[in-house]
C-alpha cells in the first residue's frame, strides 16, 4: 500500500509557471511507475506524464518541451515542473502510481492501469 499527497497547483496567467509534487508514503517497490494525470471539465481522464523506477520518462505530446517531470530519491517524492502553462491545461491533476513498470509505447497513460491515486490539485490557466 501507498498514500499519495499532493501539493502545489494554483491559479496562473497563460506563460506562467507552476510546480505539482506529489510524496508517496508507505511500501515501495523496487519496480514502479508513477506519475501525473488530468482531468478538465467534461474530458477523460488523460496521462500527463510518468516516471519510471530506472528513469526513464514519458510525456503527452501536448506538454512535451513545456513540462518535466522529475524525482527526489531521498524523500520518494516526485514533481511536475510546468512551464509556459495554456488555458487548455486547466485541470485537477492528479499523482499516481503502480507496482509495475511503465507500459510501453502509447499504453503508458491508461488511468486504469494505476491502482493508487492522490486526491487532486486543481490547476487554472487564464489567458
Known amino acids: 500500500q501507498v498514500r499519495l499527497v499532493e501539493s502545489g497547483g494554483g491559479s496562473v496567467q497563460a506563460g506562467g509557471s507552476l510546480r505539482l509534487s506529489c510524496s508517496a508514503f508507505?511500501?515501495?517497490?523496487?519496480?514502479?511507475?508513477m506519475g501525473w494525470f488530468r482531468q478538465g471539465p467534461g474530458k477523460e481522464r488523460e496521462g500527463v506524464a510518468v516516471?519510471?523506477?530506472?528513469?526513464?520518462?514519458m510525456y503527452a505530446d501536448s506538454v512535451k518541451g513545456r513540462f518535466t517531470i522529475s524525482r527526489d530519491n531521498a524523500i520518494f517524492r516526485f514533481n511536475l515542473q510546468m512551464n509556459s502553462l495554456k488555458p487548455e491545461d486547466t485541470a485537477m491533476y492528479y499523482c499516481?502510481?503502480?507496482?509495475?513498470?511503465?507500459?510501453?509505447?502509447?499504453?503508458?497513460?491508461?488511468?486504469?492501469?494505476?491502482?493508487?491515486w492522490g486526491q487532486g490539485t486543481q490547476v487554472t490557466v487564464s489567458s
Open positions: 516516471i519510471a523506477s530506472d528513469g526513464r520518462t
Open positions: 499516481a502510481a503502480r507496482y509495475f513498470d511503465c507500459k510501453a509505447g502509447s499504453l503508458w497513460g491508461v488511468a486504469t492501469d494505476f491502482g493508487y
Open positions: 508507505g511500501y515501495i517497490p523496487s519496480t514502479y511507475c
